[in-house]
Structure formats: structure tokens, C-alpha cells
């Protein structure tokens, strides 16, 4: 079973440690930082499969962190966690760091777990996806290279039961 890396971020302490208390029952590995910066600096020396973020912190917002990281890390998935119950945070982080979920603090710990638990099943699939489609791009590949050096090949003859005919030549 893969193990999912999620970086939270928010420059309370608390909420930090109450994030950790939640989701390390999961085995998901953790890493908590107190600021945006601190964030992009994790991000660039190791991979992350899901960020929380505040929006109100010193330094880069929420929504700047997002977006900074949908541009270079587009497949780490994104959930903002706010006190603020502003329509504009919502529809900012939304348009911007084109989030996968928005909470408003205090969060539901069984909301939130279902959500984290529900991007990870999709992101699963996705990956899943992406190697089917990877296989069947590399046997068309094959495919392709045999039929140039034995014409014919590739073509199959049934009869009407969906027998395969073999002739002789």
C-alpha cells in the first residue's frame, strides 16, 4: 500500500498539532510547517502528495502558495483551511490554486478525513490510469514494429464461432 506524504501548513502551532493528531492514526507521513515559504522550501527538497494550507499567514498568503504550487507541482493535490469565511478567500483559492476542497475553521475532523481519504482514492486511480495507459501506448509501440518487419501479423482471421483461422502458406 502506497503511503501518502500531506504538508500542512498554518502558522498556528495548535491547529498544526491538532491536524497531526488527525491524520497520523492514518500512517500518512507528515510534515508541518508554520509559513508559505517554509512550504515551497519542503516542496523542493521532497515529493508531496497533498497540502493544507491557511490563508492567513505572515509572508505569502494561502492562495499564493497554491498557485505558486499549481504551477510547478500541478499533480500534489490542494485544500485550503481558513478562519476566514470570506466568499472572495473561497473564490480566490478556488480560481487561483484550483483547490480541491475549502474548510472553514473549526473543520469537521470527520469531514476533513473523509476529503483527504477521498483525494487519495482519486489520485490513486489517476496513477493507475496513467500506468494502463503508459502499458498500451508501449505494446501499440511493439505492435507497430512487428507488423513493419512481418506484414501481417497484427491481422487476425475468425470464423463465424470466433475461432482464429491459420492459413497455410
Not at 102 to 125: C, G, M, T
Request: contains cysteine; negative net charge.
Amino acid at each position: 500500500m502506497q503511503r501518502f506524504k500531506l504538508l500542512l501548513v498554518d502558522d498556528s502551532r495548535m491547529i498544526l498539532n491538532a491536524l497531526k493528531r488527525l491524520f497520523k492514526e492514518e500512517g500518512f507521513d507528515i510534515a508541518a510547517v508554520e509559513s508559505g515559504e517554509e512550504a515551497l522550501a519542503v516542496l523542493a527538497r521532497e515529493p508531496v502528495d497533498l497540502i493544507i494550507t491557511d490563508e492567513n499567514m505572515p509572508g505569502l498568503s494561502g492562495t499564493e502558495l497554491l498557485n505558486i504550487v499549481r504551477r510547478k507541482h500541478h499533480d500534489i493535490i490542494r485544500i485550503m483551511l481558513t478562519g476566514l469565511s470570506d466568499i472572495e478567500v473561497a473564490k480566490n483559492a478556488i480560481n487561483k490554486g484550483e483547490i480541491y476542497r475549502f474548510f472553514v475553521k473549526p473543520w469537521d475532523d470527520v469531514e476533513l478525513l473523509v476529503s483527504v481519504r477521498h483525494a487519495f482514492a482519486q489520485k490513486l486511480l489517476q496513477n493507475e490510469n496513467e500506468r494502463l495507459k503508459a502499458a498500451i501506448e508501449e505494446k501499440d509501440r511493439l505492435l507497430k514494429k512487428l507488423e513493419a518487419k512481418y506484414p501481417g501479423i497484427t491481422s487476425v482471421c475468425t470464423d463465424q464461432t470466433g475461432a482464429y483461422i491459420i492459413e497455410d502458406k
